[in-house]
Nanobody, 124 residues
Framework: QEQLAESGGGLVQAGGSLRLSCAASGRTLSSYVMGWFRQAPGKEREFVAAITWSGGMIGYADSVKGRFTISRDKAKNTVYLQMNKLKVEDTAVYYC?????????????????WGQGTQVSVSS
């Protein structure tokens, strides 16, 4: 049974930084694309970034390009999301997911596995 566990959320002032981690356990997810999504209160879950375990494909939502960086450590089975220059509008619960559908990485409904989420709050 694949499991994903996020950590690293918290409260930070606007302009600050946080690094989220997503630890994958269970059978090897080497053929999956790993993605980060976020969901603010009253809004739909939205795509943030995605990466393959090989690191060959990386994608970002326009709203985070230039501020967020997704990376992975294959030896640790962990995916990271480095978030810099945080804005109040980045406040949300951040989720890590895994999908076998590499052609639809920005669509949350295509994901097979999800973590429990970690709260990120950015104050002004």
């Amino acid at each position: 049974q694949e499991q994903l566990a996020e950590s690293g959320g918290g409260l930070v002032q606007a302009g600050g930084s946080l690094r989220l981690s997503c630890a994958a356990s269970g059978r090897t997810l080497s053929s999956y694309v790993m993605g980060w999504f976020r969901q603010a209160p009253g809004k739909e879950r939205e795509f943030v970034a995605a990466i393959t375990w090989s690191g060959g494909m990386i994608g970002y939502a326009d709203s985070v390009k230039g501020r967020f960086t997704i990376s992975r450590d294959k030896a640790k089975n962990t995916v990271y999301l480095q978030m810099n220059k945080l804005k109040v509008e980045d406040t949300a619960v951040y989720y890590c997911g895994a999908t076998s559908r590499s052609s639809r990485v920005s669509a949350y409904e295509s994901y097979d596995y999800w973590g429990q989420g970690t709260q990120v709050s950015v104050s002004s």
